[in-house]
């Protein structure tokens, strides 16, 4: 398989320190807040890499942590913690917000067939090793104390700035909201292995350290987390593209020294999902989640379908006639895989060519949307139904679309409108207008009419259902 890495900023073929055996880690979610479309894009694409990896034959060993402390407002050392932020907006404590929306973000995960890592680490159980790897990296002379703070020292480093083929906006997102200078830092690039006297007055979560009462840093966090699941060695390391900068370039700074050695062999950058106003993100107060995706009655596999729509290198923009035209194609697919009658004979090499043609698309650095075309490929084929329903069943195991299960309850389900009187279609008609115009309150004010004349409309994964009442 080919896949871009970012240190290299070429396709290059995708390799693993120990054959057959990929070690993967992926930044969590820093659980202050509702994950919104933009972060579960990354994940999508995440984990349909994790699955294709598997599909073709390596054993996956998949690790991510969950920052519930450290991440402050600027992803350099300026501002609040995000978590303190969030317990304060929700008159909650920290762990009560970690724990809610750690819950909150698997179960959208689920909603999107996004897989569950097999290790998952929240920061705050780590406090030990964090300890541990900052101490020996001051030991090293890779760290100093100022302030009261520790602090990497980037001068000790040979090239700090690993991953410099972004362009300036995107390097700067990290760094552009902080504005006030740590006057503690040897070196501007500098960041924070421990915190004990800046940003401290408030900090809930606190623990005793060889520097004083304090916390960690956010980076120190995942080369831990990583270095002691995956082991020193690091196949492939994934995140969204803001990552890269600082997150990411600091990862490798602390895990190298720390090491002595070469850590991740792969990195793979998932670019943004953009609304008209920019990257769609949490700190800027309104954004999309999966449950009001659900409220307005998308189903969330239509989103992932979206998703996989387009290259993940490239941003995509996210508007409802985007989304609506995803969930319009999503659902034309799984009819006429409905259609498909499972029967009829096998043919193996005109499977092996399809196959073929699945796996190219992948292999050319994860092209999803030329995947997604290998399912029409298949339907098109001279293929018996059998098969057609087998390989979509196999490439399907990788993209995670549902479209078997769709396509079932889409033959159970009767049809929208079928042997309903005029007067409900007609109504049925009217709330589909003022739906597509985004009319949401006249839309639910049709429903309530159609249920007084003793009808029930649901919205359901395969489209709109309505049924009398019993
Ligand atoms: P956070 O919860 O802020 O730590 O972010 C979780 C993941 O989502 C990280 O890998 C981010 O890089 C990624 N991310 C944040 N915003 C976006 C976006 N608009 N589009 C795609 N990925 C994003
Ligand atoms: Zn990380």
Request: aromatic content about 12%; hydrophobic content about 35%; overall charge negative.
């Amino acid at each position: 398989m080919y896949l871009y890495n970012s240190l290299t900023r070429s396709k290059d073929e995708f390799k693993t320190h120990t054959p057959g055996r990929v070690e993967m880690y992926t930044c969590g979610p820093t659980v202050y807040h509702y994950a919104h479309i933009g972060n579960l894009r990354s994940y999508i694409m995440e984990d349909v890499l994790e699955k294709y990896l598997g599909y073709i034959g390596y054993d996956v060993d998949r690790v991510m942590n969950i920052t519930d402390v450290g991440h402050l407002t600027s992803d350099g050392d300026t501002g609040d913690d995000k978590m303190l932020k969030g317990a304060k907006r929700e008159h909650k404590t920290v762990m009560e917000i970690a724990k809610f929306y750690t819950d909150a973000f698997f179960e959208d995960c689920k909603k999107l067939n996004i897989k569950k890592p097999e290790t998952v680490v929240p920061a705050t159980s780590y406090i030990d090793e964090f300890i541990r790897v900052i101490s020996s990296l001051m030991e090293k002379g890779y760290a100093y104390e100022a302030g009261g703070n520790i602090y990497f020292d980037t001068s000790k480093l040979e090239k700090y700035y690993v991953f410099n083929d972004f362009s300036e906006e995107d390097l700067a997102v990290g760094v552009r909201e902080g504005v006030e200078a740590d006057g503690n830092k040897r070196n501007k690039t500098d960041f924070v292995l421990w915190f004990t006297k800046s940003k401290f007055e408030d900090q809930e979560l606190k623990w005793d350290s060889p520097w004083g009462v304090g916390y960690p840093g956010w980076h120190i966090e995942c080369s831990c987390i990583s270095m002691k699941n995956n082991g020193e060695y690091l196949d492939l390391h994934c995140g969204g593209i803001d990552n890269a900068f600082p997150h990411h370039t600091n990862e490798i700074a602390q895990s190298e020294s720390y090491l002595g050695h070469p850590w991740c062999g792969h990195w793979f950058h998932v670019h943004h999902l953009n609304t008209q106003g920019g990257k769609m993100s949490k700190s800027k107060g309104e954004f999309l989640t999966v449950s009001l995706l659900e409220e307005k009655g998308y189903n969330p596999l239509a989103y992932r379908f979206f998703c996989l729509q387009s290259h993940y290198r490239k941003g995509l923009m996210f508007s409802w006639e985007n989304l609506d035209n995803a969930a319009a194609a999503y659902n034309k697919l799984a009819a006429k895989i409905s259609q498909t009658e499972n029967s009829g004979g096998h043919d193996e090499s005109k499977c092996d060519e399809l196959r073929n043609g699945f796996k190219s698309a992948m292999d050319n650095d994860l092209n999803t949307s030329l995947a997604i075309t290998s399912l029409y490929d298949v339907l098109k084929s001279g293929l018996s139904g059998a098969d057609k329903l087998m390989l979509i069943k196999e490439f399907d195991g990788v993209l995670s679309l549902g479209l078997i299960e769709a396509a079932e309850k889409l033959k159970n389900a009767a049809p929208e409108g079928s042997e309903l009187p005029e007067e409900i279609t007609d109504l049925l008609e009217q709330r589909k207008a003022a739906r597509k115009e985004k009319n949401f309150a006249l839309a639910d004010e049709i429903r309530d009419k159609i249920s007084a004349l003793g009808y029930t409309v649901e919205e359901t994964r395969q489209g709109t259902v309505v049924k009398r009442r019993q």
